[in-house]
């Protein structure tokens, strides 16, 4: 018997919502007070994945659940600490006696901290259940049947939030050292919480997605006519399946089958390559395809500083890299360009670039991040060696050179094949437009005809080696449908 209160906990992670969050809603339905838990783990917060960004997010999607969680006279209770010695502080208290989550495919930082809490769990006889989130299973060994799992999973019912006051626990102020979360509004950023993501889901679904397909590519379009529902689903203020069945239901109403079939496609992209992560946790660190462990690239810090700067000479590179350090937002193409041109023209390793993306994305997923950095990096030995040339992608994708021009705004005043080629000025040109290359903007940092014809030699050879080849069938294997239908390379 124990003389404390006996409760539940819900501790909220990348699950930041009410509706259709299946632990939550079991954990209100385990007939024993209920305390929600949100914990600012130092060792998260200064890892270097990490932006004050995302915690900003984090903090607006508290906020956004306390406001729908007050009529229930309860709320998310803050605290910051590691996730051990916060379940010592609360055992003070209370006797938890069931610690409810869901399912995290996290870095290994958090996997390290899972086995910390599953140990303190064991030692104080809390139970600790977790539930898929998502579509994402734990403990595959191929994927024979993984398509059915996720599709039935994605046909289950929306769980709808069904509480009263009664199911919390009534938490006295000086219980508990509570950080009240205060966000601030960051100017081109977008806000965190599920009203925020269902009003950027409907908007979408309204009208934005008719030009989808059509400007997925482009990288000022793709801002305004792609779903922008990445950081919801990546925080979890909007559950896979609630999206996925609300743009099922939205071709019901009328919006394009074309149009929103190519969206959905993309949402079981995305729990592939979260799935493929959470079969291959060792890929935050090395290439899944082992035989490119004995590829050297060389790190040279005036190549690396420039990309991050966005002062590598080539514009829509550099426009990339700056917009997506100030708004946390790059549309997909527009990041395999940058990770190719960092991999392959720099021929820098991909693991010195990734951490800084990973700090710039607004919608940063571990499981998405990693397997998609070693696919534009040419490193899987399954997937095409793509080789994105910059310019050619501003020909194709920002014609006119807005794009360029917004971010580069060094470049704003020049007709647009400069704008777009500003290495191809003559001196007479730069005088006429008192532009100096070299002064005004930076002078190419590699010729990228020459580092292709590196980079591609390089690559297709190792494709050959026939340790690359052993493991490209290990990993066919292991994260290919049966049916040959390789989505890696959609």
Known sequence: MHSKPTINVFWFKRDLRILDNEGLQNAIESNTPLLLLYVFEPSLEKNSHYHQRHWNFVKQSIASLNQELNPYKTKIHCVRGELPEVLD??????HIKTLFSMQETGLNCTFN???????????????????????????????????????NYMMQPIKPFTASEKDFVAVKDELLKEIPPQPVKLEGIQEGGTKKGIAYLESFLKTRHKKYQQTISKPEAARLHCGRVSPYLAWGNLSVRYVWQRAKQAKTLGASAFQI?????RLRWQAHFIQKFEMETQMEFKSVNKGYHVLEKPLKATFIDAWEQ????????DACMRCVTETGYLNFRMRAMVVSFFTHHLWQPWQAGAQFLGRQFLDFEPGIHYPQFQMQAGETGINMVRIYNPTKNALEHDADGSFIRKWVPELAELPTAFCIEPWTMTEI?????????????????????????????VLWQMRRKSSVRIESKRILAKHTLPNRENIMDS
Request: net charge positive; with cysteine.
């Open 310 to 317: 966005g002062k590598t000479g080539y514009p829509l590179v």
């Open 429 to 457: 040109e730069q005088k006429g437009y008192d532009f100096i290359l070299g002064e005004d903007y930076p002078i190419p940092i590699v010729n990228i005809k020459e580092s292709y014809k590196f980079a591609s030699t």
């Open 113 to 151: 901290r899972d086995k910390k809490v599953k140990k303190w769990c064991d030692e104080q006889n809390t139970h600790w259940v977790e539930h898929i989130n998502n579509g994402v299973f734990r403990g595959l060994t191929n994927r024979a049947h993984w398509r059915d799992y996720w599709t």
């Open 261 to 265: 079939n190519a969206f959905t496609s």
């Open 89 to 94: 502080d609360l055992n003070n208290t209370w």
